[in-house]
T-cell receptor, first 113, second 112 residues
Framework: EPEVTQTPSHQVTQMGQEVILRCVPI?????FYWYRQILGQKVEFLVSFYNNEISEKSEIFDDQFSVERPDGSNFTLKIRSTKLEDSAMYFC???????????FGPGTRLTVL | AQSVTQLDSQVPVFEEAPVELRCNYSSSVSVYLFWYVQYPNQGLQLLLK??????LVKGINGFEAEFNKSQTSFHLRKPSVHISDTAEYFCAVSGATNKLIFGTGTLLAVQP
């Protein structure tokens, strides 16, 4: 069964450093998303991406964040200058032509020291 | 704006007992409703969804949920739980856009 994959599973970085989180969505899916879950809190929407552009973003997704689909398979989330409060589990998701059913990856745990 | 409320942060239940996890939503537009399960140290897995049609939806692992528009609820039920059902359960809503709005989650703790 096809699935969304994410790398790395755990990333530790120093405050102020840039990080790139990688995702490989399901191959025939057209819509891509990033969510995050701060420890002990609920899952929060960050951004959605369709047709090579951002279709919606939350207020969390400020200028420090960017997304890219550099090739036909990867979908990345970049945080330019990490802050302590960026520590969280980051989930990638994708959905197909029907849009509404999103399939999630296993997540990347980002720890900012 | 859409929102989801899961009033129960934790639900303890004995094995083979029935369980109901409550979810209420608010939205000014038509909604699509979902339940996701998160096992320890894993990602989110879709349990079931309501997009349209029958208000009673069945999902994986014997779970079902009923969409009640008048009560703006989408409660999750299972007639007999197993130890392996111990996990965090998230209710979510989406509307005209695809973004999912999640509730705070309910930890289902199944005891032998």
């Amino acid at each position: 069964e096809p699935e969304v994959t994410q790398t790395p599973s755990h990333q530790v970085t120093q405050m102020g450093q840039e990080v790139i989180l990688r995702c490989v969505p399901i191959s025939n899916h057209l819509y891509f998303y990033w969510y995050r879950q701060i420890l002990g809190q609920k899952v929060e929407f960050l951004v959605s991406f369709y047709n090579n552009e951002i279709s919606e973003k939350s207020e969390i997704f400020d200028d420090q964040f960017s997304v890219e689909r550099p090739d036909g398979s990867n979908f990345t989330l970049k945080i330019r200058s990490t802050k302590l409060e960026d520590s969280a589990m980051y989930f990638c998701a994708s959905s197909g032509p029907g849009r509404h059913e999103q399939f999630f990856g296993p997540g990347t745990r980002l720890t900012v020291l | 704006a859409q929102s989801v409320t899961q009033l129960d942060s934790q639900v303890p239940v004995f094995e083979e007992a029935p369980v109901e996890l409550r979810c209420n939503y608010s939205s000014s537009v038509s909604v699509y409703l979902f339940w996701y399960v998160q096992y320890p140290n894993q990602g989110l897995q879709l349990l079931l969804k309501y997009l349209s049609g029958s208000t009673l939806v069945k999902g994986i692992n014997g779970f079902e949920a009923e969409f009640n528009k008048s009560q703006t609820s989408f409660h999750l039920r299972k007639p007999s739980v197993h130890i392996s059902d111990t996990a965090e359960y998230f209710c979510a809503v989406s509307g005209a856009t695809n973004k999912l709005i999640f509730g705070t989650g309910t930890l289902l703790a199944v005891q032998p």
